[in-house]
Structures are given as C-alpha cells and as structure tokens.
C-alpha cells in the first residue's frame, strides 16, 4: 500500500483523499512498534528462554521502524505538495 501511494505521489497524482487512510495506518504502527519495544525492553522469564522468539521479534521491531519512518516520510511529502 505504501509503496503504491509512493509511485502516484511521485507520479503527481493527488493522494489527499488518502491521508486519512494513511495517517490511521501510521498509529498503528507506532502502537505496534512501541508495544514491542516495552516487550524487549524488559522480556519475562518465558520470553527469554527463547532466543528464537527474542530474535523475530527485534526483527520485527526494525520493520515496524522503517515502516513507521518511510510513512511519516510519505505524509510529509503529501503535505509539502498538497498543503
């Protein structure tokens, strides 16, 4: 999705009627990566017993974080063209 919007931004197409979509996107993905980070921060005993399990999850937390930058990145971009 984010990709998408991307291309028609840049392809000049006017993505202001998506802003909404996007900006309810971008909390979700904060709440998201916040609520891992709060996880990692301070796993319980379970969680780190599995280093497996630790692992996917700091991974998941950077993707959560490029996500949440690259859709802050395309807001303000939206904003810039289409104040």
Do not use: C, F, W
């Not at 301070?42 to 993707?63: F, N, Q, T, Y």
């Amino acid at each position: 999705m984010l990709l998408d919007l991307r291309q028609r931004l840049d392809a000049g197409e006017d993505i202001g009627p998506r802003v909404a979509q996007i900006r309810q996107s971008a909390a979700a993905m904060r709440a998201l990566a916040g609520g891992l980070r709060r996880v990692l921060e301070a796993p319980d005993e379970r969680l780190a017993a599995e280093p497996e399990v630790l692992s996917a999850a700091e991974k998941i937390l950077a993707l959560a974080e490029r996500n949440v930058a690259k859709v802050e990145e395309l807001l303000r971009l939206a904003e810039d063209r289409n104040p």
